[in-house]
């Protein structure tokens, strides 16, 4: 499949904000999506971007895009214990089939 | 509430095994998705299926088969199973066009012994 990486993990305060990473080599991907997997869970859709937008916030959750870099960022603010899980970084770069990176395990520590 | 639901959550299988991994979605997607899941590798995509008895191959297809005989119900086979095959799998389902959110199930987790 297409290449998306991410860092594998990532420790942080509580209260404080996360910020997770992701790279991809296909620039052909209409979506971009952020995936959160919670202990003995399946995936669920936490946000997503469209291909043209630069930033996208919803909440809490701030999605940047350079398109030029190719690379995807997922910002945190005021980070909870509720928020530990694992975060997939995901595009549709052929067609309608999802392409996961490797998932970022976040452990928000008191 | 819309759902996906995998037959099991845990399984244990032995090597050589025929195994069948079962998906039911409730909301009428006509794609459907089978994942394993490893640690440090993320999801990999085995074989999807995006209308009754349509199916392709993802990136990993070796020693599986699926069948789609009903729209809502997608089947993961493991033809003989082998330990490299113990794994967590999951199902996701979506509409067909593009941007449309992904819905998994809870997962599977296989041991092949």
């Known amino acids: 499949g297409e290449d998306v990486e991410q860092s594998l993990f990532l420790s942080v305060r509580e209260g404080d904000s996360s910020v997770i990473n992701c790279t991809y080599t296909?620039?052909?991907?209409?979506?971009l999506y952020w995936y959160k997997q919670e202990p003995g869970a399946g995936l669920q859709l936490l946000t997503y971007?469209?291909?043209?937008?630069d930033m996208k916030q919803d909440q809490r959750l701030t999605v940047l895009l350079n398109k030029k870099d190719k690379h995807l960022s997922l910002r945190i603010a005021d980070t909870q214990t509720g928020d530990s899980a694992i975060y997939f970084c995901a595009g549709d770069f052929n067609d309608y089939k999802l392409s996961f990176g490797a998932g970022t395990t976040v452990t928000v520590r008191a | 509430d819309v759902k996906v639901t995998q037959s099991s959550r845990y399984l244990v299988k032995r090597t050589g095994e025929k195994v069948f991994l079962e998906c039911v979605q409730d909301?009428?997607?006509?794609?459907m998705f089978w994942y394993r899941q490893d640690p440090g590798l993320g999801l990999r995509l085995i074989y999807f299926?995006?209308?009754?008895?349509?199916?392709e191959k993802g990136d990993i297809p070796e020693g599986y088969s699926v069948s789609r005989e009903k729209k809502e119900r997608f089947s993961l086979i493991l033809e003989s199973a082998s330990t490299n095959q113990t794994s967590m799998y999951l199902c996701?389902?979506?509409?067909?066009?593009?941007?449309?959110?992904?819905?998994f199930g809870q997962g599977t987790r296989l041991t092949v012994v």
């Open positions: 971007i469209f291909s043209n937008m």
């Open positions: 996701a389902s979506s509409l067909r066009n593009r941007g449309s959110e992904a819905f």
């Open positions: 296909d620039s052909s991907s209409t979506y």
């Open positions: 909301m009428d997607h006509e794609n």
């Open positions: 299926s995006y209308d009754v008895k349509m199916k």
